[in-house]
């Protein structure tokens, strides 16, 4: 499906839809004052890594950005226990100064003590403008991806008519 993305200066870009794949693993995202910070975990209760634990990235997200000291980072497991550290001797852990926990895929903030999960839709302010379609438990759930000012028109016509009916009998096309 083409989409057209329109900017307030009216200008106009199609091109072609991109799908947003399921979350697999966990990014994490750590905003620290610490100039090289390092997460030290178990994945899914295996072993931990060696201390001081792995480099994180320089945040590349607009909503996070490194220039407010975000971090990357991304593990291909579903569940963490884990400290942050700065490689250096100072660990952080929870306000009771117990290993942090994370269960289940996707993208996690942690800022402070507070340990926050991403949904879909809080993307939105990421520098994309895309659908995601996923089948799950046989109905289509699609997402649009907003940026700003910029608004999706599909191009497409309407959905092919194999596609199941919306539970709700609302057009999922965006607009």
């Not at 634990?53 to 963490?80: C, R």
Request: charged share 20%.
């Amino acid at each position: 499906m083409a989409l057209r993305e329109k900017s307030t200066e009216g200008e106009e870009v199609e091109g072609e839809k991109q799908l947003l794949p399921e979350p697999t693993g966990i990014t994490l995202l750590y905003q620290t004052g610490w100039p090289t910070p390092r997460l030290h975990y178990s994945a899914e209760g295996a072993d931990w890594t060696a201390v001081p634990g792995e480099a994180m990235a320089p945040s590349d997200w607009s909503t996070f950005p490194h220039a407010d000291g975000w971090w990357s980072i991304q593990v291909p497991a579903s569940a963490l226990e884990f400290v942050m550290t700065d490689g250096h001797g100072n660990w952080a852990k929870d306000q009771n100064g117990r290993n942090l926990f994370i269960t289940g895929s996707g993208t996690w903030t942690l800022r402070g003590n507070v340990i926050t999960k991403l949904l879909l839709e809080d993307l939105r302010s990421e520098n994309s403008c895309s659908t995601l379609e996923a089948e799950q438990s046989g109905r289509f759930q699609r997402l649009t991806q907003w940026h700003r000012a910029i608004t999706c028109e599909a191009l497409a016509g309407p959905e092919p008519s194999d596609a199941p009916p919306d539970p709700a009998g609302q057009d999922r096309r965006p607009v």
